[in-house]
């Protein structure tokens, strides 16, 4: 019944037929079988297959997250946080983040260190915060990264440490994190974690003023004004300091 869905649904070996798809996904639920429930409840909060049913979605993500399906889990909580299909509730919102994070949901790492941090549904705890950044950190989770760097730079639940500011750092903008992108060029312009070197700096603020980010913009555009990490050139200074008027840094506005 399951895998008639799964082909259903993709257009596998037949058409695609999303009301059939749904058909077989609620059979295979009402028999048991959890990734079905998931896949089920994925169908009412998309209206696929049938008529959106928060309610109903609900109902099926918690049936599968209490029966151990991680990604139910994480969506069963997103539920409560956002009130849909059921109240609003940060206590069981924290409660099933932190079931998905203790098995190995990198997503829900994350938010639940947002939970600690934030103290939502929880009291605040600054080192669990730190404890389960790092986990998603260290699971490829990319806004985790840039959260734990930012961790190691502040001191919060953790000892400062900027070579481990600068590497979380890194990595996040390795993996196009736009926002560590012109953190990164900073870093290296004043020698946070690392040696200076301003065309590295030039390197960064290019990457991520070329995906939009305002900050980088300003700083690439100082970059070409005052000939750092590479040459100086007034033309390019001026296209970038129009780029960051254009989208209202208005900070920009006294500087070239």
């Known amino acids: 019944m399951f895998n008639l869905a799964i082909c259903y649904y993709n257009g596998k070996g037949t058409e695609m037929n999303l009301e059939k798809a749904f058909h077989w996904y609620q059979k295979a639920a009402e028999n048991g079988v959890i990734t079905a429930m998931h896949n089920l409840a994925l169908c009412y909060v998309n209206g696929e297959g049938t008529e959106k049913n928060l309610e109903k979605a609900f109902y099926w993500y918690q049936k599968a997250a209490k029966n151990g399906y991680t990604d139910s889990m994480q969506n069963l909580a997103l539920c409560y946080v956002n009130g849909e299909g059921t109240e609003k509730n940060l206590e069981k919102a924290f409660y099933w983040y932190q079931k998905a994070a203790e098995n190995n949901n990198k997503v829900a790492m994350n938010i639940l260190a947002q939970f600690y941090k934030n103290g939502e549904g929880i009291e605040k705890n600054s080192e669990k915060a730190f404890y389960w950044y790092q986990e998603a950190a260290e699971n490829d989770h990319i806004d985790a990264m840039f959260n734990l760097a930012n961790k190691y730079y502040n001191g919060k639940?953790?000892?400062?440490?900027?070579?481990?500011?600068?590497?979380?750092?890194?990595?996040?903008?390795?993996?196009?994190?736009?926002?560590?992108?012109?953190?990164?060029?900073?870093?290296?312009?004043?020698?946070?974690?690392?040696?200076?070197?301003?065309?590295?700096?030039?390197?960064?603020?290019?990457?991520?003023?070329?995906?939009?980010?305002?900050?980088?913009?300003?700083?690439?555009?100082?970059?070409?004004?005052?000939?750092?990490?590479?040459?100086?050139?007034?033309?390019?200074?001026?296209?970038?300091?129009?780029?960051?008027?254009?989208?209202?840094?208005?900070?920009?506005?006294?500087?070239?």
């Open 157 to 256: 639940g953790t000892e400062k440490n900027f070579k481990k500011t600068f590497h979380w750092y890194q990595k996040a903008a390795e993996k196009d994190h736009i926002v560590a992108m012109n953190i990164l060029g900073i870093c290296y312009r004043n020698g946070v974690g690392t040696e200076k070197n301003l065309e590295k700096t030039f390197h960064w603020c290019q990457k991520a003023a070329e995906k939009g980010h305002i900050d980088a913009i300003f700083n690439l555009a100082a970059c070409y004004r005052n000939g750092e990490g590479t040459e100086r050139n007034l033309e390019k200074a001026f296209y970038w300091h129009q780029k960051a008027v254009e989208s209202d840094k208005t900070n920009s506005k006294n500087e070239v």
